[in-house]
């Protein structure tokens, strides 16, 4: 009884195997189809231009004899070496065989009646020859040369050239028909029906087949830093692993997962891990994908790509840049009529909320910019699950570190952990970019190992920007830029923050011609005192150059740049100004196509003034501190601008010793101020700009 089971079981098996095979074969047949129609059509268009051009010689190949004018063939027949005329009908041409003057002259003799004429003719041998021309479409023309003919002895025939007519027929009309066909029928035919130029035309409505692959080899264990996006992300994932569960305990598992944060921290990575857990299909798509100018355009793409989607459910759709088809509705783009953004989101939101949960299709969409989507998208039952991918913090940024060196030869001095302190704010892009950098920095040297020198210099360019070389300082102006970048070191150093600098140079990287990095705390919420001691360290620069060397200098553009900005956020947005009082002045300055904009917007005269004057008072103040903190460190500020001045760069231990006697000092009480201490929430280089009058950005970490 067994023995027949296992035997009925492996016929099964062999049935089941057999009808894998025979889909997989007409798999395989339909997907060969378009190419072997499209070898078809090549090798069709091949012969049609080469019998084109065949009939084209024959048509315009001119026949036998020597070309003569039509004087000349009167004056031959008038000789009576004419011997014998075939008119060629279609085209339009005489050829006659000549004879040669003896035999005109021997036959001119005996006719007794033959006027005297010469039958020699120029241009034409004297023997027995072939001869054409061509006469004119001229019916009296072609009569008077046939009487001519015909009066001289020749004998004239006619050849209506039927064959040839055929031809010429065949050419001009029937042959360019079936090459434009045929040309046609490549372009919509090629790349296998739709990719290529025309064919898309009749495509417009499709997505692209290359949005879809088969899955992905991605899973949560290559993502780093977003522990709470894989955690939340999970339960998708054991969702499309077992629909049927959710179904069976009554469950609504989430239709889309909108996933928001600054770029570069890994949204897309986030959704090609899902699938990769899953091991569902994965169709990628971008947003921009579904805005055309052509009106529908966009909704049939949607209705297209859903309705692929749904026939291998369960299965995985990632919308990147949602915004881009999401926008709030009358946020700009029409002028009147119907906007084409519109009705492109109006499908999204129909298809969104028309298939079944138990399906096991989930949407994941990615962005930028949340605030701009279209309230519709973010209501439950569209988008459930709203999932921040913030940057990492140094947990995260260790483990990013670790995943993209881990398949790189690393020296044993390496310490991602310290690599990962320094980086605050840095996504997993930028981290990625730092351990490539520090992979060609190495070949550049010619070395075997990645060492910690080469991710040191690989943090600093991604923070600042390689190292230029053909702008050199002079000696005045390395000076000063030396007291620009010591100006803020003393001063943050005074309001505790020594250990935050871990840099300091007057060497030019990137659009900077100088630079002092700190790498800051990562606090989230800022007291009035930390932005007031941020305002401070960042006119230290400026503080130091008018304290030493009597004047400031265009190097300090950037700083007051950012210090203005910092001022104006305090008064306007944070109410930290006794002038204004606690008020939020910006506002939402309305819904314009590149999103929402905050502005200073219906104040009148007397609070813009206000306004003004707070932003003013701010500044001046914060300078005012910086300058008596350099006052009473003046013996420091000295020593150390001279050694930067020496040696050009200062950092991490060499840097902490050179400040050994001014922490002293500090500890000791001999300073003249006691400023408060604050942490700035973002890193932030304090770059100087150059002093010849062109503007040098601020290099700052991504944030």
């Known amino acids: 009884m067994a023995a027949a089971t296992e035997e009925s079981s492996g016929f099964v098996d062999r049935i089941k195997a057999r009808i894998a095979a025979s889909r997989r074969e007409r798999a395989a047949t339909k997907g060969s189809g378009p190419g072997r129609l499209l070898y078809?059509?090549?090798?069709?268009?091949?012969?049609?231009?080469?019998?084109?051009?065949?009939?084209?010689v024959m048509l315009f190949s001119d026949p036998d004899g020597k070309q003569v004018s039509l004087t000349q063939l009167s004056q031959?027949?008038?000789?009576?070496?004419?011997?014998?005329?075939?008119?060629?009908?279609?085209?339009?041409?005489?050829?006659?065989?000549?004879?040669?003057?003896?035999?005109?002259?021997?036959?001119?003799?005996?006719?007794?009646?033959?006027?005297?004429?010469?039958?020699?003719?120029?241009?034409?041998?004297?023997?027995?020859?072939t001869v054409r021309t061509a006469y004119p479409n001229n019916g009296a023309t072609t009569n008077s040369t046939i009487q001519l003919l015909q009066g001289s002895g020749a004998t004239v025939e006619v050849d209506p050239q039927a064959g040839q007519a055929r031809l010429r027929t065949f050419t001009t009309f029937l042959l360019p028909v079936l090459i434009l066909a045929n040309l046609f029928g490549l372009l919509f035919v090629g790349k296998g029906g739709g990719g290529g130029a025309i064919g898309e035309v009749t495509n417009f409505g499709r997505v692209d087949d290359g949005s879809r692959t088969g899955g992905s080899s991605v899973t949560f264990a290559d993502v780093g830093g977003a522990e709470e996006a894989v955690t939340e992300l999970a339960e998708v994932r054991d969702y499309l692993k077992d629909p049927a569960k959710y179904k069976a305990l009554g469950a609504a598992p989430p239709k889309g997962v909108l996933l928001f944060g600054p770029p570069g921290t890994g949204k897309t990575l986030l959704a090609k891990a899902v699938a990769g857990e899953a091991g569902v299909p994965f169709f990628s798509v971008a947003g921009a994908e579904f805005v055309e100018s052509l009106v529908g355009v966009g909704a049939a793409r949607i209705r297209d790509l859903f309705r692929r989607v749904n026939a291998v459910a369960p299965a995985i759709v990632f919308i990147d840049e949602l915004d881009a088809a999401g926008r709030k509705r009358g946020s700009g783009g029409g002028g009147g009529g119907?906007?084409?953004r519109?009705?492109?989101?109006?499908?999204?939101?129909?298809?969104?909320?028309g298939f079944d949960v138990t399906t096991g299709v989930v949407v994941i969409a990615a962005t930028n910019r949340p605030d701009i989507l279209d309230p519709a998208l973010m209501r439950p039952g569209r988008f459930d699950r709203h999932i921040t991918v913030e940057r990492p913090d140094a947990v995260g940024r260790e483990r990013i570190l670790k995943i993209h060196a881990g398949k790189k030869p690393l020296s044993p001095d390496v310490d991602l952990n310290r690599i990962a302190?320094?980086?605050?704010?840095?996504?997993?892009?930028?981290?990625?970019?730092?351990?490539?950098?520090?992979?060609?920095?190495?070949?550049?040297?010619?070395?075997?190992?990645?060492?910690m020198k080469e991710f040191e210099e690989a943090v600093v360019r991604v923070l600042e920007g390689p190292q230029r070389r053909g702008q050199v300082l002079t000696a005045e102006e390395r000076t000063r830029a030396a007291y620009h970048e010591i100006g803020h070191v003393v001063v943050a150093a005074t309001l505790g923050r020594h250990e935050d600098v871990h840099r300091v140079t007057v060497l030019g990287r990137g659009r900077t011609i100088a630079a002092a990095t700190f790498a800051d705390s990562e606090a989230t919420i800022l007291t009035k005192s930390a932005l007031h001691a941020q305002l401070v360290a960042t006119l230290g620069g400026i503080a130091a150059e008018t304290l030493v060397l009597g004047e400031a200098s265009t190097g300090g553009e950037q700083?007051?740049?950012?210090?203005?900005?910092?001022?104006?956020?305090?008064?306007?947005?944070?109410?930290?100004?006794?002038?204004?009082?606690?008020?939020r002045l910006q506002v939402k300055a309305g819904e314009g196509f590149l999103g929402d904009d905050s502005s200073l917007i219906g104040l009148s005269p007397e609070t813009q003034r206000a306004v003004e004057e707070a932003v003013r008072r701010l500044i001046t103040e914060a300078q005012s501190e910086a300058t008596t903190i350099l006052q009473g460190h003046r013996r420091e500020l000295d020593t150390l601008a001279a050694r930067l001045d020496a040696e050009e760069t200062l950092e991490d231990e060499v840097l902490q010793d050179a400040l050994a006697p001014l922490l002293q000092a500090i500890e000791s009480g001999t300073t003249s101020s006691a400023a408060p201490a604050g942490r700035r929430r973002t890193v932030r280089t304090a770059a100087a700009t150059g002093t010849n009058g062109r503007t040098k950005a601020r290099a700052t970490a991504k944030s």
């Open 559 to 583: 700083d007051l740049e950012h210090a203005t900005t910092l001022a104006r956020d305090m008064v306007t947005r944070y109410g930290m100004a006794e002038e204004v009082g606690p008020v």
């Open 40 to 56: 078809l059509l090549i090798a069709s268009l091949l012969v049609l231009v080469v019998t084109f051009g065949a009939a084209l």
């Open 421 to 451: 302190s320094r980086t605050p704010g840095f996504t997993g892009a930028d981290l990625a970019s730092v351990v490539n950098e520090a992979a060609l920095l190495t070949i550049r040297r010619k070395g075997t190992t990645i060492t």
């Open 338 to 340: 119907s906007d084409e």
């Open 76 to 129: 031959l027949a008038a000789g009576g070496r004419v011997e014998s005329a075939v008119f060629l009908d279609e085209d339009s041409q005489v050829v006659a065989k000549i004879r040669s003057t003896e035999e005109a002259t021997a036959a001119r003799a005996a006719d007794k009646k033959a006027a005297a004429t010469s039958v020699q003719v120029e241009g034409v041998p004297d023997g027995a020859v």
């Open 342 to 353: 519109e009705q492109t989101l109006n499908q999204l939101l129909v298809e969104m909320d």
